[in-house]
C-alpha cells in the first residue's frame, strides 16, 4: 500500500515507519478554557489536517487508531495519578461503521485510567463543522450524561476549535459532582 503522506510503498502500514517519524511525533500542547479548563493536545492542526479528514471513511478508522497509539496510548502510560480516573468521550456515536472518539478514548486504558463507553452524548445531533464561536453557542450540543461512578474525569475529543464543546461537557459534568482533571483532544485547531 502506499503511505498516505508522502505515497511512496509501505509493506505493513498506511503511513510510512520515515513519515512517522518525520511528522508524527506528539507534542504536548496546552490551552486554558473559562474557568481554569485545561485542553492538552498532541499535534498541530494544519501538521494532520489531511489526516482528520478521513475521519467518517474506512481508513479513518485505521487512521484514528493509528494516531492515538502514538499520542492518547503514550501518554496514558505515563500519566500517574493517586486514584484511577475515568475518561469520557465526547459523542462517542458510531458513524461510518465505528466512533472516532471512542478509539481515542479505548486507547487511554492503564493502570491509572478506565476509559468508560456510551456515557455522555449529545441529544442535539448538529455538526460544528465549519460552524462559528457565535453559531456553537447559538446552538449547544445538550449533553445527556449516563451514571458513573468515578468521579475525577478525563474529557475526550479529538479536536478542539472554539473549546464550545468541553466548555458545554465539562459545565454537564461539574452539575453532576464530577471533577474534570483535563480535557485531552488529537489537535487544537489555535495551534497553527
Not at 504536548?28 to 501538521?47: A, C, G, N, Q, T
Not at 503514550?74 to 471512542?102: C, L, M, P
Request: glycine residues 2%; aromatic residues 10%.
Amino acid at each position: 500500500m502506499k503511505c498516505l503522506l508522502c505515497e511512496n510503498y509501505s509493506l505493513t502500514q498506511h503511513i510510512c515507519k520515515s513519515c512517522q517519524e518525520q511528522f508524527l511525533q506528539p507534542s504536548l500542547y496546552r490551552r486554558k478554557l473559562d474557568h481554569d479548563i485545561e485542553v492538552l493536545s498532541f499535534y498541530k492542526y494544519e501538521d494532520i489536517k489531511s489526516l482528520l479528514f478521513t475521519k467518517h471513511t474506512a481508513i479513518g478508522f485505521h487512521i484514528y487508531k493509528f494516531l492515538a497509539r502514538l499520542s492518547f496510548t503514550k501518554f496514558a502510560q505515563e500519566f500517574e495519578w493517586e486514584n484511577r480516573v475515568a475518561s469520557i468521550a465526547i459523542d462517542d456515536n458510531i458513524k461510518s461503521g465505528y466512533s472516532h472518539t471512542a478509539i481515542l478514548n479505548k486507547a487511554l486504558r492503564s493502570q491509572n485510567i478506565k476509559p468508560l463507553f456510551n456515557r455522555l452524548r449529545a441529544k442535539n445531533p448538529i455538526s460544528y463543522s465549519g460552524k462559528s464561536r457565535a453559531f456553537r453557542e447559538a446552538n449547544p450540543r445538550d449533553f445527556q450524561l449516563k451514571h458513573f461512578k468515578e468521579r475525577e474525569v478525563i474529557l475526550v475529543d479529538d479536536i478542539i476549535t472554539t473549546g464550545a464543546t468541553l466548555r458545554e461537557a465539562t459545565n454537564k459534568l461539574t452539575q453532576k459532582g464530577k471533577e474534570v482533571l483535563f480535557c485531552l483532544t488529537l489537535t487544537d485547531v489555535s495551534k497553527k
